[in-house]
């Protein structure tokens, strides 16, 4: 059976941070618990926790421990990554950013990412499309209103990403639920 070894890699990557091989050091798709675990003992703490966050899988547990940390939140899958093998519709087919972004005059990508912004996270986004770039770039002029943000914070929640990758019998994580501490 095959075990992770968080302690001795995040030992090995303040190493590299300390002799100035990297500006900083982080981790991704850590649960709140894989969090503590590794905060028990780093001496240096991860600088950001990159993970799939957007309004339909909106992390609010995650997204509190990591501020309470001192850790940067990066959101990755910030429109949902409607693909092939992975992603859903909660982001780009939801209703309530439609509805905000029509009476706004805005796309529901950039309701998307600037509620994002709002939440205090960065955010990766992946586009190849020269127009949609430019449109991602126009959220900072506006903010969304009390009552958008309660409504897209009452949006149904899930992950798009169920992580059935990094599963396997004989691997650290036996089912998705392991994978994920729970938080699924």
Known sequence: MMVMDVKSVWEAMEECFKLGLAKSIGVSNFTCMKLEELLATARIPPAVNQVEMNTGWQQKKLVEFCKEKGILVSAWSPLGANGARWGSLNVVGSPVLKEIAEARGK?????????????????????????????????????????????????????????KFFVSPLGPFKTTQELWDGEV
């Open 107 to 163: 796309s529901v990508a950039q309701v998307a990412l600037r509620w994002l912004h709002e939440q205090g996270v960065s955010v990766i986004v992946k586009s190849f499309n020269k127009k949609r770039m430019e449109e991602n770039l126009q959220i900072w002029d506006w903010e969304l209103t009390e009552e958008e943000l309660k409504k897209i914070e009452e949006s149904p929640q899930s992950r798009g990403y169920s992580g």
